[in-house]
């Protein structure tokens, strides 16, 4: 009997051990279940000097309940000084105070951001905010905007050791629970390409052909050039024009020069053309760069015809005031061949857009009325400024109306 009561106490105490590391691994299960990931991807790269490198930083659930209600969270974003970060003004949030958030900082250490918000008035507050969902597929939390300033690479990581983001527990979708944090872990960018540092690009008119003339200071997994032209200011309907693809010098820190004679434009014909170049990388991506104009006016050299005791410099400017749809060309004399670049600032001194940079005595250009990335910088009062071997020569004040 006594032996019989042993093996009952020893049978109930298997079952509650059996009950015990069930418990244990549901508990077990929900500790470690519930992590979530950061990564960051390129919503934007210009790949030129002074273009736009537009980072996503997204966030997923990888393990566990899901949607979870975002209660905060804290990244911190590594770069390299081939780009500059425009600062948190210019940063888009998917979420606002409407829902509940509070802080969007965005504060910039030199070699990465700081990335983080809080959800204290998710549910409560003013604005009782519904808050913000995370769920098991990406989703964007924040767009960090960078100029670029070097057309090499640059390298995107997120700090494994101080990354942090937690949820309230919503299993009803109530953001005024309790809170708890993510197991966090990411996926970097790393190494991303901005290939080709284009220095000079110009279209002349020289002994009844049209030429084409480039020099890049840097290239990066730079497989060719392809050429492009139109009788419009419209890369759009432009035709490639070279039967094959231009090669190009794959990965050097070196200046290299390119040359391209048009033999297909009919040079007997007075007229106006644009260039454009296209560069490909081994990736695939590909990066426009122009246009560049080109005046055909056969059995002429190139030029206007340069009014009597005329001064060098700027000496006419056609339309002034304009409208973009017209544009506005700017003639410039020179007593002897030199270095001429011509650039269009606002009243601030910011470098708009470059219009000329090429070796002349005379010549013109026109601005359409956009920047560097072909966009309206706005009405107002500009400068045309030109500069003659490196050194300001001349301004002229211009008027961009509606």
């Not at 390129?42 to 309940?65: P, V, Y």
């Not at 706005?378 to 071997?389: A, E, I, N, P, R």
Request: with cysteine; hydrophobic share 30%; proline share 4%.
């Amino acid at each position: 009997m006594k032996h019989n009561k042993i093996y009952m106490i020893s049978k109930k105490t298997i079952i509650l051990l059996g009950i015990f590391f069930f418990v244990c691994l549901l508990l077990c299960g929900h500790t470690f279940a519930d992590s979530a990931k950061f990564r960051t991807i390129i919503s934007e790269n210009d790949m030129t000097t002074d273009g736009n490198f537009w980072l996503n930083l997204q966030i997923k659930i990888t393990d566990g309940e899901s949607p979870r209600t975002l209660n905060s969270f804290t990244a911190h974003i590594y770069y390299t000084s081939t780009i500059s970060y425009n600062g948190e003004n210019e940063c888009v949030w998917s979420f606002t105070p409407d829902d509940g958030y509070g802080g969007f900082e965005a504060n910039d250490f030199g070699d990465h951001i700081e990335v983080w918000v809080t959800g204290n008035d998710v549910g409560t507050g003013q604005y009782d905010g519904s808050g913000w969902d995370v769920t098991a597929e990406w989703q964007t939390m924040v767009t960090v905007k960078f100029t670029i300033n070097t057309t090499t690479s640059t390298n995107i990581t997120i700090d494994d050791d101080s990354d942090h983001a937690a949820y309230f527990d919503n299993y009803q979708n109530d953001p005024e629970s309790t809170v708890t944090d993510w197991v966090m872990s990411n996926e970097d960018s790393g190494d991303v390409t901005l290939p080709v540092q284009l220095s000079t690009f110009t279209a002349q008119f020289l002994n009844e052909e049209a030429r084409l003339y480039w020099v890049t200071q840097t290239e990066q997994d730079n497989v060719g050039w392809n050429v492009y032209r139109n009788a419009e200011y419209d890369m759009a309907t432009a035709s490639r024009i070279n039967e094959e693809l231009i090669p190009g010098h794959g990965t050097t820190t070196e200046p290299q020069s390119y040359n391209y004679t048009d033999h297909s434009l009919e040079t007997e014909i007075a007229g106006t053309y644009y260039y454009w170049i296209e560069n490909l990388d081994l990736g695939g991506a590909s990066a426009i760069y122009g246009p560049e104009e080109l005046v055909v006016e056969p059995g002429n050299e190139p030029g206007p015809n340069i009014p009597e005791d005329v001064e060098p410099g700027i000496y006419r400017v056609e339309n002034n005031p304009f409208r973009a749809s017209t544009g506005s060309r700017i003639h410039f004399y020179l007593d002897k061949s030199s270095k001429v670049e011509l650039g269009v600032y606002n009243i601030k001194g910011q470098l708009i857009n470059k219009l000329y940079n090429k070796p002349a005595k005379t010549g013109d250009c026109v601005w359409h009325g956009t920047d560097s990335h072909g966009s309206n910088p706005g009405t107002g009062v500009y400068l045309y400024v030109m500069k003659v071997d490196g050194k300001i020569f001349d301004t002229q004040k211009v008027i961009l109306v509606r």
